[in-house]
């Protein structure tokens, strides 16, 4: 495979302001150093709509299904109000992170927790793909064409979870080897008439199985809410990928278009599927609502199809991560072995998030703790303190401060509740799971 990664430079993500100013001409190509890693499209950039499509990419995923759950956590009522609240300070973070990124360079903070964050990401996709997988394979032999009868005759156990995500394990690795996303286009593009299509029948199986009349909670347990936190700020799965799109637009001047628009769609679709999901399945719904439908062959191919687009969504949040961390390691090498170090560095990582995946394979618990951890921070706590440390010499307003303080106050506070909650959790189930392993030999 030959390179066509230049790696003289590595990449900043929080990078000063290098789109020209208005009144600016635009340069040459060549009157700046400018590498692969800092554009997705080439030298040209990527497009208006080229841009949207990577920005609905990363934030379409796992994180969308794990919303029904989410809202039952927090009642039919406060879930969706939340996740309204959640996500328009979520976009104006978003938008906070970008500005900030153009006057200061806090690189270091700011891709520390990209690097958790975005392998995060990948260690859930692990978990889904293997779940999901998992489900339809033990279901074949009984599947049926009967949608309506969610049964079937003949249950075939198959392999534990955790050995699916070792499976996947080489098809990931060859995925990743794909080092400019400019040749993932196409794919991406499948990936999302694919899990559009599957979020189409979702829907519709949802809206026509609503269960009359309504008996949820309105609002639920406080116990449970920090929970709700991590699962659906995790949802924002494309915190992680706003700065690098931004960085890689042909004219950035219109990414605020883009992240308006593209972020609008993104968050009806999670309040609407996590309401009517958690109406369709009440008290029953699990980790992914995928799990949840008919197994059926309609519904199959859904779960099929959508784990596709979670299969080529990993290399777009890769990318970050291997935008950060390989740049640097290669400058520390010769052209000759570039190639070899980049390659390494990239089967390390995979590795490495599929390992962390096997640790801890209950979908839900790894999607709550992700986002309580790692897309708190780099959500909710980092863009407002970002502001306040660019902008505090230039007469900030006092409110404009306060409400800064004020979000960062509540993601840290989502950040400590949330991670103590998912982490006792996590060591309940695997407590349960031990003994009903030694039950079963005795």
Avoid at 198 to 218: A, G, K, M, R
Avoid at 427 to 441: I, P
Wanted: net charge neutral.
């Amino acid at each position: 495979m030959a390179s066509d990664i230049n790696y003289q430079d590595g990449p900043d993500l929080s990078r000063r302001d290098e789109s020209p100013a208005e009144d600016e001409p635009i340069h040459s190509p060549g009157s700046r150093r400018q590498t692969e890693y800092e554009r997705i499209g080439g030298r040209t950039g990527s497009s208006f709509f080229q841009t949207l499509i990577h920005l609905l990419k990363g934030n379409i995923g796992t994180g969308l299904l794990g919303l029904p759950l989410a809202v039952k956590n927090a009642g039919l009522l406060v879930g969706p109000l939340s996740l309204l609240a959640m996500g328009i300070v979520a976009v104006h973070c978003m938008n906070l992170l970008v500005k900030c990124s153009h006057h200061l360079s806090a690189k270091r903070v700011v891709n520390l927790f990209l690097n958790i964050t975005q392998l995060g990401f990948c260690c859930v996709y692990f978990v889904f793909l293997s779940d999901n997988v998992k489900q339809v394979v033990e279901t074949a032999n009984g599947t049926t064409v009967n949608c309506h009868n969610n049964e079937t005759a003949v249950i075939v156990p198959s392999y534990d979870s955790r050995l699916y995500m070792l499976f996947f394990l080489p098809f990931i690795i060859v995925l990743v080897f794909i080092r400019n996303l400019k040749y993932l286009a196409p794919l991406s593009f499948v990936a999302n008439i694919s899990m559009c299509g599957s979020l189409v029948l979702i829907y519709y199986y949802c809206l026509t199985n609503i269960p009359y009349p309504i008996n949820l909670p309105l609002a639920g347990s406080g116990v449970d809410y920090p929970l709700f936190f991590g699962t659906a700020i995790f949802a924002f799965e494309g915190i992680g990928v706003v700065l690098p799109l931004e960085n890689k637009m042909q004219n950035p001047r219109n990414f605020t278009t883009v992240l308006y628009l593209g972020m609008g769609i993104v968050t009806t679709l999670y309040i609407t599927l996590g309401t009517i999901g958690y109406i369709g399945f009440g008290e029953n719904i699990r980790g992914s609502i995928t799990l949840n439908l008919p197994l059926c062959w309609l519904y199959q191919v859904v779960k099929l199809l959508y784990s596709f687009g979670i299969y080529i969504t990993y290399a777009l949040q890769f990318y970050v991560s291997a935008e950060i961390l390989i740049p640097p390691a290669v400058a520390r090498c010769g052209p000759r072995w570039a190639l070899m170090v980049d390659l390494v560095i990239r089967v390390a990582l995979v590795v490495l998030t599929c390992a962390l995946a096997i640790l801890i394979p209950e979908l839900d618990l790894v999607i709550s703790l992700v986002g309580s951890v790692s897309s708190s921070a780099l959500a909710l706590i980092i863009p407002p303190l970002l502001q306040i440390l660019t902008f505090h010499n230039e007469d900030m307003k006092l409110w404009v401060m306060a409400k800064d303080i004020g979000i960062s106050l509540i993601g840290f506070v989502g950040f400590v509740a949330g991670t103590y909650i998912s982490i006792q959790e996590i060591v309940r189930r695997n407590g349960s799971r031990h003994n009903s392993t030694h039950l079963q030999m005795l």
